[in-house]
């Protein structure tokens, strides 16, 4: 079977490796446009270019998926079937192309979390599983006919980096396990229920400032829903602090803000309703710290506000 492999960042290379470790043909793989990155701004390849170039595939990097240049070049490849993991939406005329359709793996229980963030959201909302799906694209984003699933349990303190590490090794199973059943034809796709469905819109940093008049349950999911990135924040003296782990607090306080426990390890706040400490945390501009490290280099009070 010749598979066209479809995306860009880190999660996706595992399901692209899985194939290639069994021997699926995969004619070229398509990624974002090499573009500059990190700090220094550096033109670098993405996760999945770095892999493909490593097993000597040839890889497409359109900067308009509609483009007639490049639907044609898709046509001349004649793939079998399009697997697609953590990319940009695809127009009709480029996934309608295979004979055995085009698939995509998304980071949610579809219906549930449909949209560019669903790790985020999932942990933000306090779910207490997630999981991964596999459907046929159609036109309306994240509502093809469903192929499989499987549930992954989320833990009290999991992150949503912790979260999209497990779902790429997972995802990568299902994607092998779907692109099988294809291959013997016997998948058997079942329509989404829309009632159940609920967004799981891109993620701004305007959105990702901690307010502290929450209750402490509320931050600490909204906290590791959104750690590593794009990470929540708040001020203290105007200066940006970037927060990545906490750890709720068995005692009430309804003072918002308020920096109730200040030892040498230790950083507790009040909020709405309860205490956080907070346990990984980065001044703007600076590294992420261990609180006990961070502590050690950053004047900060018992009595003092984050804002």
């Avoid at 159940?196 to 931050?219: G, V, Y």
């Avoid at 990545?244 to 009040?270: D, K, P, W, Y």
Wanted: hydrophobic share 40%; aromatic share 6%; charged share 20%.
């Amino acid at each position: 079977m010749r598979i066209l492999f479809m995306g860009t960042p880190e999660f996706a290379v595992p399901s692209l490796r899985i194939l290639l470790d069994h021997s699926y043909e995969i004619p070229a793989v398509v990624t974002a446009p090499d573009k500059p990155r990190g700090r220094g701004h550096q033109v670098s390849f993405t996760f999945i270019k770095e892999v493909a170039l490593h097993h000597q595939i040839p890889v497409l990097q359109p900067e308009r998926l509609n483009d007639a240049a490049f639907v044609a070049e898709i046509q001349q490849l004649h793939p079998d079937l399009i697997v697609v993991v953590a990319f940009r939406i695809l127009p009709r005329e480029v996934y309608t192309i295979p004979k055995l359709g085009s698939v995509n793996l998304h980071a949610s229980l579809l219906p549930k979390y449909r949209g560019a963030a669903p790790i985020n959201w999932a942990i933000m909302n306090g779910e207490k599983e997630s999981g991964v799906t596999t459907f046929f694209l159609k036109e309306e984003v994240d509502t093809g006919s469903i192929l499989l699933q499987t549930q992954v349990p989320i833990g009290l303190n999991d992150t949503a980096g912790d979260l999209h590490d497990t779902l790429s090794v997972v995802g990568a199973e299902i994607v092998l396990q779907t692109v099988r059943l294809i291959e013997l034809g016997s998948v058997q796709p079942h329509r989404q229920d829309d009632s159940l469905a609920c967004p799981a819109p891109k993620i701004f940093k305007e959105d990702c400032r901690i307010d502290w008049t929450k209750p402490s349950q509320q931050i600490h999911n909204f906290i590791r829903g959104l750690s590593p990135h794009p990470s929540a924040w708040t001020t203290h003296m105007g200066k940006l602090i970037k927060v990545f782990r906490t750890r709720m607090v068995e005692r009430q306080s309804t003072q918002a803000g308020i920096v109730l426990n200040r030892t040498q390890n230790i950083l507790e706040v009040g909020t709405g309703s309860g205490v956080v400490s907070l346990l990984e945390i980065q001044q703007e501009g600076k590294r992420r710290l261990g609180i006990e490290e961070f502590l050690r280099g950053y004047p900060i009070e018992s009595g003092e506000m984050f804002l």
